[in-house]
């Protein structure tokens, strides 16, 4: 079957422009789940949703980065006037509930801010 | 302040031998603990978990072993095959405030299998 998957793999932005990430999790799941792996670094959690209710959103680095799922499938993480900090890969989890489940990634979207 | 360590960012073994990956925590509270491998320009993809009740789980050619006095887990991989290169993440959850779900991730440790 169908995986978790992410679009655009990659994405050059110029400093201060605007980035949207898109993310397809497995038909069926219910939870989602957004992380940001730094080069060097493991993924550090960024926020989850249950169906489309954003029910943790405590990892979201800045004010700037906001995350959507209104139709309980399909998310976009959206990073407003991006920095060279912001440069990672941004990877999409998915799991059939969210206590425990098993938690599969996409391949995530590669962003390089310059 | 890095709750979950992979002090080793690379090992290298022969073909047929052990690996053994290990992963130092430091949060008390975590009682659950994964181990994912990640592919070049892939995602990571989940191994094995064990839980604070157990002290071993094994899967297959995988086992992985949980010392809590000693906040230490480690994964060994018997015998090891060339498929199995990739970056092993260690990764801990923790039951309070109902966010079980949030995963911990180590930095990951760089195993190569030679032939």
């Known amino acids: 079957g169908a995986g978790v998957s992410q679009s655009p793999r990659y994405k050059v932005a110029k400093r201060g422009q605007d980035v949207a990430l898109r993310c397809d999790p497995i038909s069926g799941h219910v939870s989602l789940f957004w992380y940001q792996q730094a080069l060097g670094q493991g993924p550090e959690f960024l926020t989850y949703?249950?169906?489309?209710?954003?029910?943790?959103k405590s990892g979201l680095p800045s004010d700037r980065f906001f995350a959507e799922r209104p139709e309980g499938s399909v998310s976009t993480l959206k990073i407003q006037r991006t920095q060279q900090e912001d440069s990672a890969v941004y990877l999409c989890?998915?799991?059939?509930?969210?206590?425990?489940?098993?938690?599969?990634f996409g391949p995530g979207t590669r962003l390089l801010v310059l | 302040d890095q709750q979950v360590k992979q002090n080793s960012p690379s090992l290298s073994v022969q073909e047929g031998r052990i690996s053994i990956l290990n992963c130092d925590y430091t949060?008390?509270?975590?009682?659950?603990f994964l181990w994912y491998k990640k592919y070049p320009a892939e995602g990571p993809t989940f191994l094995i978990s064990?839980?604070?009740?157990?002290d071993k789980n094994e899967d297959g050619r995988f086992t992985v072993f949980l010392n809590k006095s000693a906040k230490h887990l480690s994964l060994h991989i018997v015998p090891s095959q060339p498929g199995d290169s990739a970056v092993y993440f260690c990764a801990a959850s923790a039951p309070r405030g109902g966010s079980n779900y949030k995963l911990t991730f180590g930095k990951g440790t760089l195993l190569t299998v030679n032939p």
């Open positions: 949060n008390s509270m975590f009682d659950y």
């Open positions: 989890a998915s799991s059939l509930w969210g206590d425990r489940e098993t938690q599969y």
């Open positions: 064990i839980s604070s009740i157990k």
């Open positions: 949703f249950q169906n489309e209710a954003q029910l943790d």
